[in-house]
C-alpha cells in the first residue's frame, strides 16, 4: 500500500502540468498574480516610467503607436545578487523549433520558440530574455508542458538594459503566418538582415496571452481557440482573388464551408483581420461570387472605431476621404498566400 501511495505522490506534479481537454495552454513562470484581479503590478512588468500596462499585449507602446507582441511577465525569487531565479517552462505540448543562445543576434536575447498543433491550427510559443537555456535543449527535440526550458532573466542586445528589478520573460502566443517566411523575406525586404530564417518576429502573428489564458480560465474544457480567434474584434475585410491561400490551408478551423465554392471552385478568398493582422475567419469565394471585382486585393469593410482605439500596425489610411490599405498591409496579405 506505501509503494501505490508514493509512486501516486511522485507522479502527481506531472499529472498537475498537463494542460487537461479544451485548456491548451498554462502559464509559463512560477507568476500566478494573473488570475488575481488587482494585481496586475505584481504580474506585468512596465516599461521605465510607465504602468503596468505597457507591460501588456497591443498597442501599448510609445503612447499606443508601438506594438508589443507579446506579455513582460515579471520575476517572483531572485538570488542574493538580485537576479531572477524563476523556471521558464513550456505553455504547451509541442516541439522546438528555434533557439538562440547569442543574445547580441536579438533585442529578444536568449529565446525558445515552441511549435504546436492546437485544434487544427499552426501555433508557437516565444520565451524571451531567458538568463539561461536548458542544457541540451536543441532544435527538433519534443517538449512536455511543463518541462523545463530555461530561467528567467533580462538578456537583450538592446542599448539600454533591463535592470534587475524589471527582469521579465517576454512571451508570446502566434500563428505562424507563412512556412517558406525566409524566401519570402529574401525577395521582398532585400538588404534588410534577417538571422533567425522562418522563425523571424514578422512571421509570428501574436495573440493576446492575457486574454487567452483569461478565457481558457473562464470556459473551462469548453474553450476552442478556433472559437475564440472567430469572436475577435474586427479590423476589416478584404478580398484576395486567389485560389491558393497556404494560411488557410494550415488553419482549415478557421475556414468556413461555403456551398458555392463546392459547386463552382475557389477563385477568392474573404479574409477578417484583426488589428494585428491575424486572420481570425477565412471564407472562401465561388467565382460567381467575385466576378465585379477586378483587382487582386479590395478592401471590403473597416471598422473605424477599432482602427481608431487600434492602429498601431498601420494597416489602414484613408485618401479622398476613402479607407485605403496602406503598403505595409499590401505586403503582409503577399506573405500570408506565399
Not at 545578487?81 to 536579438?106: C, F, H, M, Q
Request: charged residues 20%; aromatic residues 8%.
Amino acid at each position: 500500500m506505501k509503494v501505490i501511495v508514493r509512486c501516486v505522490l511522485l507522479l502527481l506534479p506531472c499529472l498537475l502540468c498537463q494542460p487537461t481537454a479544451g485548456q491548451p495552454f498554462q502559464l509559463p513562470t512560477p507568476n500566478r498574480a494573473i488570475f488575481t484581479p488587482g494585481a496586475e503590478e505584481k504580474y506585468f512588468a512596465p516599461t521605465p516610467g510607465k504602468t503596468w500596462t505597457a507591460g501588456t499585449f497591443g498597442c501599448v507602446r510609445s503612447d499606443g503607436h508601438q506594438l508589443h507582441e507579446g506579455i513582460d511577465i515579471l520575476w517572483t525569487r531572485r538570488d542574493k545578487k538580485g537576479e531572477p531565479i524563476d523556471p521558464v517552462t513550456a505553455a504547451a505540448e509541442g516541439t522546438v523549433a528555434y533557439v538562440n543562445r547569442k543574445s547580441s543576434l536579438s533585442n529578444y536575447g536568449n529565446y525558445i520558440i515552441l511549435r504546436h498543433r492546437i485544434d487544427g491550427l499552426n501555433l508557437c510559443t516565444l520565451y524571451a530574455h531567458l538568463a539561461s537555456i536548458q542544457d541540451g535543449l536543441n532544435k527538433g527535440d519534443k517538449v512536455r508542458a511543463g518541462e523545463a526550458l530555461g530561467v528567467l532573466g533580462r538578456s537583450t542586445n538592446t542599448k539600454t538594459r533591463i535592470a534587475a528589478e524589471r527582469a521579465h520573460l517576454h512571451f508570446e502566443i502566434a500563428l505562424v503566418a507563412s512556412e517558406n517566411y525566409a524566401t519570402w523575406h529574401e525577395s521582398n525586404l532585400k538588404g534588410l538582415r534577417n538571422d533567425h530564417g522562418n522563425w523571424n518576429g514578422r512571421n509570428l502573428l501574436g495573440l493576446d496571452p492575457r486574454a487567452v489564458l483569461l478565457r481558457q480560465r473562464a470556459d473551462g474544457e469548453k474553450f476552442s481557440l478556433p472559437h475564440y480567434l472567430q469572436k475577435q474584434t474586427e479590423l476589416c475585410r478584404v478580398l484576395v482573388k486567389a485560389a491558393d491561400f497556404p494560411f488557410a490551408r494550415a488553419h482549415r478551423a478557421l475556414v468556413s464551408t461555403n456551398p458555392a465554392v463546392e459547386r463552382e471552385g475557389v477563385a477568392a478568398h474573404e479574409i477578417m483581420l484583426n488589428f494585428n493582422g491575424v486572420p481570425c475567419q477565412i471564407i472562401p469565394r465561388a467565382p460567381s461570387e467575385v466576378k465585379d471585382y477586378t483587382a487582386k486585393v479590395h478592401l471590403l469593410t473597416v471598422n473605424e472605431a477599432e482602427q481608431r482605439a487600434h492602429g498601431c500596425r498601420k494597416f489602414l489610411t484613408t485618401k479622398g476621404g476613402k479607407w485605403e490599405l496602406t503598403a505595409e498591409a499590401r505586403q503582409h496579405l503577399d506573405l500570408l498566400f506565399h
